[in-house]
């Protein structure tokens, strides 16, 4: 089993459209969880974090966090051409320092 | 502040042949991390610093792969008599250990290494 689980996708949202992405982690003492967006051929970028159960949004972009059945998603309202990319769902256990990512969701928004 | 930087951007080598690349975090980010990713992949953990000090090193990197942060700055990653296997794009990344961005680690461009 993987550490980081998520759909490869692709994923394909109408423009304006909410885009829903989905992740599952194996370690319980997993404590920070992170969205990251990736253009082909360029490197990760930092959507968003979310330490704490719940929602967080930011702009269009909202995270959710259940830590009893380990999961995290990430909700794209009004999805654009411009965040057609793979979505990297990361998870961090404090102790180690270092991020599990996840494969990636590629997400493909049709105008 | 420039972000992270990596050089160089792309490298291709012919097996069995050393290479190097650096890293140069930003400033003021004391822990350094190196990824490795393939197509399809997500990154995948490497070894990570903080300030000179190599905390972690992956069970998965092999005797060939070692990395350095002498001052605690920039950092290098040398891979010996590079294999096929080892074509992949190489990220670094650099991160705060205090203050409200603690966990966030920020990615540099990346080192695209070719393996003939």
């Known amino acids: 089993q993987k550490e980081v689980e998520q759909n490869s996708g692709p994923l394909s949202v109408p423009e304006g459209a909410i885009a829903s992405l989905n992740c599952t982690y194996s370690d319980r003492v997993s404590q920070s969880f992170f969205w990251y967006r990736q253009y082909s051929g360029k490197s990760p970028e930092l959507i968003m974090s979310i330490y704490s159960n719940g929602d967080k949004e930011d702009g269009r972009f909202t995270a959710q966090l259940n830590k009893a059945s380990q999961y995290v998603s990430l909700l794209i309202r009004d999805s654009q051409p411009s965040d057609s990319a793979t979505y990297l769902c990361?998870?961090?256990?404090?102790?180690?320092?270092?991020?599990?990512f996840g494969a990636g969701t590629q997400v493909v928004v049709t105008p | 502040d420039t972000g992270v930087s990596q050089d160089p951007r792309h490298k291709i080598t012919k097996r069995g042949q050393n290479v190097t690349f650096r890293c140069d975090p930003i400033s003021e980010h004391n822990r350094l991390y190196w990824y490795r990713q393939t197509l399809g992949q997500g990154p995948e953990f490497l070894t990570y610093f903080q300030n000179e000090a190599q905390l972690e090193k992956s069970r998965l990197l092999s005797d060939r792969f070692s990395a350095e942060r002498p001052k605690g700055s920039f950092s290098t990653l040398e891979i010996q008599r590079t294999e096929q296997g080892d074509s992949a794009m190489y990220l670094c990344?650099?991160?705060?250990?205090?203050?409200?961005?603690?966990?966030?680690?920020?990615f540099g461009p990346g080192t695209r290494l070719t393996v003939l």
């Open positions: 990361a998870v961090r256990n404090d102790s180690w320092g270092k991020f599990q």
């Open positions: 990344a650099s991160s705060e250990t205090s203050g409200s961005n603690a966990d966030t680690q920020y």
